[in-house]
């Protein structure tokens, strides 16, 4: 087929569109329509371009003058959290009743992928109560993004900026040492509580599987909250959900092992945690002058083992460490579970806390 199809719009006015600005060019070739460059394309605003065209199409094939004369050169988008005026620059030619055809096959292509990622986006119960107007603006708002099996899609420590939507295939959360702490599958949400808290990310996801996900900007949905208050409530209840499960992880790794790094959870935090939660267990450290080892029976301490040192001694030079591992593991031997402690917990961190003071003011003179 040598006749084409072409055209070019340009955006002359713009108000809030979270996708494009004024001055974006959109060019036609055949049934192509390239976005700006570095853009991407918007399906509600290619759908109304090809609508555009073939009206203006079939108003000159049918040889109705009056309509072609009053064909507009200025166009509003539908609208979805912001609004774009755009024209033409170049007129459309070289019609065709071939073109006219795969024109309309088009647009009823475009239909039906925007039917199916309505009712995809329908399937998230964040979005269950809006009706279908509303999915369709708020899909010009979503990415899709595709992850191969093993990719990282977000690192521990990395600002969240995105709320997550899987849709298909499986992630892991995964800490420190790679160890699963959960798998989410189709259908659930993560990011979200970054984006909240504006902490970095507290654990990394990986895929399982390869992976489809719809990414919403934090941006975005600031924007979208704002103009459906009623998904404020939503969210709320995300939030809080996530949270309870969070605790409720927390209350089992308290209960069976858990490890972590002294900078983020200094040895004197650690054992007044282990102390209150009246744990019983065996905490074993990675120092800076070699391993360590802290037995608690119901939250006193029973044994204590550091360089040559133990009791008392080994404890105060273990609260001084600011850098290393540390390993909790609810296992005691018999021996120990029935032994006495060394000392009151709150005397032997009082004293040992006392005694870094003493030191530090040593330096200081």
Same mark, same amino acid.
């Given at each position: 087929?040598?006749?084409?199809?072409?055209?070019?719009?340009?955006? =002359?006015?713009?108000?809030?569109?979270?996708?494009?600005?004024?001055?974006?060019?959109?060019?036609?070739?055949? +049934?192509?329509?390239?976005?700006?460059?570095?853009?991407?394309?918007?399906?509600?605003?290619?759908?109304?371009?090809?609508?555009?065209?073939?009206?203006?199409?079939?108003?000159? /094939?049918?040889?109705?003058?009056?309509?072609?004369?009053?064909?507009?050169?200025?166009?509003?988008?539908?609208?979805? #959290?912001?609004?774009?005026?755009? /024209?033409?620059?170049?007129? /459309?030619?070289?019609? #065709?009743?071939?073109?006219?055809?795969?024109?309309?096959?088009? #647009?009823?292509?475009?239909?039906?992928?925007?039917? @199916?990622?309505?009712?995809? &986006?329908?399937?998230?119960?964040?979005?269950?109560?809006?009706?279908?107007?509303?999915?369709?603006?708020?899909?010009?708002?979503?990415?899709?993004?595709?992850?191969?099996?093993?990719? =990282? $899609?977000?690192?521990?420590?990395?600002?969240?900026?995105?709320?997550?939507?899987?849709?298909?295939?499986? $992630?892991?959360? @995964?800490?420190?040492?790679?160890?699963?702490?959960?798998?989410?599958?189709?259908?659930?949400?993560?990011?979200?509580? *970054?984006?909240? *808290?504006?902490?970095? $990310?507290?654990?990394?996801?990986?895929? &399982?599987?390869?992976?489809?996900?719809?990414?919403?900007?934090?941006?975005?949905?600031?924007?979208? +909250?704002?103009?459906?208050?009623?998904?404020?409530?939503?969210?709320?209840?995300? %939030?809080?959900?996530?949270?309870?499960?969070?605790?409720?992880?927390?209350?089992?790794?308290?209960?069976?092992?858990?490890? !972590?790094?002294?900078?983020?959870?200094?040895? *004197?935090?650690?054992?007044?945690?282990?102390?209150?939660?009246?744990? *019983?267990?065996?905490?074993?450290?990675?120092?800076?002058?070699?391993?360590?080892?802290?037995?608690?029976?119901?939250?006193?301490? &029973?044994?204590?083992?550091?360089?040559?040192?133990?009791?008392?001694?080994?404890?105060?030079?273990?609260?001084?460490?600011?850098?290393?591992?540390?390993?909790?593991?609810?296992?005691?031997?018999?021996?120990?579970? !029935?032994?006495?402690?060394?000392?009151?917990?709150?005397?032997? %961190?009082?004293?040992?806390?006392?005694?870094?003071?003493?030191?530090?003011?040593?330096?200081?003179?």
């Amino acid at each position: 087929m040598g006749d084409l199809l072409e055209a070019k719009f340009k955006i =002359i006015q713009d108000r809030d569109c979270p996708l494009y600005d004024e001055g974006d060019e959109f060019t036609l070739s055949g +049934l192509a329509l390239q976005p700006p460059t570095g853009k991407a394309t918007c399906l509600f605003l290619a759908k109304e371009i090809t609508g555009i065209l073939i009206e203006k199409m079939d108003a000159e /094939s049918s040889g109705d003058k009056e309509a072609t004369q009053k064909d507009k050169k200025e166009f509003n988008c539908s609208g979805c #959290t912001g609004l774009i005026k755009f /024209s033409y620059v170049d007129e /459309s030619k070289f019609y #065709t009743p071939q073109m006219r055809m795969m024109a309309a096959a088009e #647009t009823r292509k475009q239909t039906r992928e925007t039917g @199916a990622l309505v009712s995809m &986006v329908n399937s998230f119960s964040f979005f269950q109560t809006l009706e279908e107007d509303s999915l369709k603006d708020i899909l010009s708002c979503l990415q899709m993004k595709d992850f191969k099996a093993g990719e =990282i $899609v977000l690192h521990k420590g990395q600002a969240g900026r995105n709320l997550m939507f899987i849709v298909s295939g499986r $992630v892991a959360v @995964a800490d420190d040492e790679d160890i699963t702490l959960a798998i989410l599958g189709r259908g659930e949400i993560f990011g979200e509580m *970054s984006l909240f *808290s504006g902490n970095p $990310v507290c654990a990394s996801i990986k895929c &399982v599987d390869p992976v489809k996900i719809l990414m919403l900007s934090g941006k975005d949905l600031s924007h979208i +909250l704002i103009k459906y208050p009623f998904l404020q409530m939503a969210f709320t209840r995300l %939030l809080v959900q996530r949270l309870c499960e969070t605790n409720v992880t927390q209350a089992e790794k308290m209960s069976q092992a858990f490890s !972590g790094l002294l900078m983020e959870l200094p040895p *004197s935090e650690l054992f007044q945690m282990l102390n209150e939660n009246v744990k *019983s267990g065996v905490v074993e450290l990675d120092l800076s002058k070699g391993k360590a080892q802290v037995a608690f029976s119901e939250g006193e301490i &029973v044994r204590v083992q550091y360089m040559d040192l133990s009791g008392a001694e080994a404890f105060n030079e273990i609260i001084k460490e600011q850098k290393g591992r540390f390993r909790f593991s609810a296992s005691l031997s018999l021996e120990e579970m !029935g032994a006495p402690p060394i000392a009151s917990f709150m005397k032997l %961190l009082m004293d040992g806390l006392r005694k870094i003071d003493e030191e530090n003011e040593e330096k200081d003179d």
